[in-house]
């Protein structure tokens, strides 16, 4: 098959196009602009394979995805490209904006002009987020829940489903939506709380936790889900939506201390800072319905974690460059300390 991967610099979406390439063969073009989060060090196991071809370029940029399309001519285009981190969509909600509303529209026109017909038929994956949901106390969601977004990350992301719905619907795109729950593994930018916790507890700084830190998260490794998107692709029925889930439900507490075990690090390293604003409480996803496309999650959480962690130890390589760039300052602005040197 060949695909456009859009956002494919990225952690989620780079562990895609590898398994793409690497495990079913496929022919993956990336187009990502490669934003602090999107690397080209994410693809580097790729870069020589005949298989795999970049371009660099901002899905809302319609020359860029017109030069992608005319390079790639994919029969899917599966889209990853987002801004992914809530704190920065509280601050910034601007570019949570462009991104998702106006670049996932932007994709949506370029497929609707090339989707043809029949076994030729464009598909289009639009890959979301359990956030869109909002918080659930008890129970699970489904894909028949209401939306219910609490930030403005979450909130774009909602919009841009709706975006996607409304053109199978309205033009008979063959289009489908597939959200996943918390993702973790390698290669993930360290302002998410398991790789930010990792790098600080091998560091001996502070594991800064919001609130209570009794957010309970379902936690899915990115192989997974991945593989999931890849089930939704071949498998999935345009129109649907599909729910990725992972098998374990954690506090983040549970995982700070997990964390502060496999790197030996101190319980005193653990500081309580101010919450979030609307931080939701508890996401909860079902994945019946992608589990009868036959897929199932490979990755428990226990184990998945211990590998993360070895592969941040191991990996100081990829690592290293954010730590002394502009995360740096990203991270006293959110946090009010430095990070050691």
């Known amino acids: ?27 993956v ?20 394979d005949p298989r795999f071809h970049f371009v660099r370029g901002a899905i809302e940029d319609r020359e860029a995805v017109a030069g992608a399309i005319e390079a790639a001519s994919p029969q899917a285009i599966v889209n990853f490209a987002a801004e992914t981190h809530v704190d920065r969509s509280i ?22 002009t090339l989707r043809g017909t029949g076994e030729h038929a464009l598909r ?8 869109v949901y909002g918080s659930i106390e008890e129970g699970t969601f489904t894909e028949h829940s209401p939306l ?17 719905q409304s053109y199978f619907h309205t033009y008979g795109l063959p289009a489908l939506i597939c959200r996943g729950s918390n993702n973790y593994g390698p290669y993930q930018y360290p302002e998410k709380l398991i790789p930010l916790m990792i790098l600080n507890a091998l560091y001996g700084d502070a594991l800064p936790v919001y609130g209570d830190g009794m957010q309970v998260r379902n936690w899915i490794h990115a ?25 374990d439900e954690e506090a983040n507490m549970t995982v700070v201390r997990r964390i502060v075990e496999l790197t030996g690090a101190q319980e005193s390293q653990i500081e309580h800072v101010t919450d979030r604003p609307g931080h939701d409480r508890r996401y909860s996803l079902s994945s019946e319905k992608v589990r009868a496309l036959g897929w199932s999650p490979g990755v428990r959480f226990d184990e998945g974690l211990e590998q993360t962690v070895s592969w941040y130890r191991d990996n100081d390589w990829w690592w290293q460059p954010i730590r002394s760039g502009d995360y740096r300052a990203y ?11």
């Not at 990502?32 to 020589?48: I, S, V």
């Not at 462009?98 to 996932?104: D, E, F, P, V």
């Not at 289009?124 to 956030?131: A, P, R």
């Open 331 to 341: 991270y006293e602005r959110q946090y009010g300390r430095t990070l050691q040197p």
């Open 1 to 27: 098959m060949k695909l456009l991967v859009c956002g494919g610099a990225g952690f989620i979406g780079s562990t895609f196009a590898r398994q793409r390439v690497q495990e079913h063969g496929d022919e």
């Open 124 to 131: 289009y994956v639009q890959v979301s987020t359990d956030e």
């Open 29 to 48: 073009t990336v187009l990502d602009k490669l934003t602090y989060a999107g690397r080209e060090e994410n693809l580097q196991d790729l870069a020589d």
């Open 148 to 164: 219910a977004p609490s930030s403005p990350y979450s909130a774009t992301k909602a919009g841009a489903d709706l975006l996607v």
């Open 91 to 112: 601050a910034e909600p601007d570019t949570f904006v462009s991104t998702h509303a106006l670049g996932t529209y932007v994709l949506l026109e370029a497929a609707r």
């Open 223 to 247: 192989t997974d889900f991945a593989a999931a998107i890849g089930h939704v692709l071949e498998h999935g029925q345009p129109g649907e939506v599909y729910n990725a889930g992972g098998p």
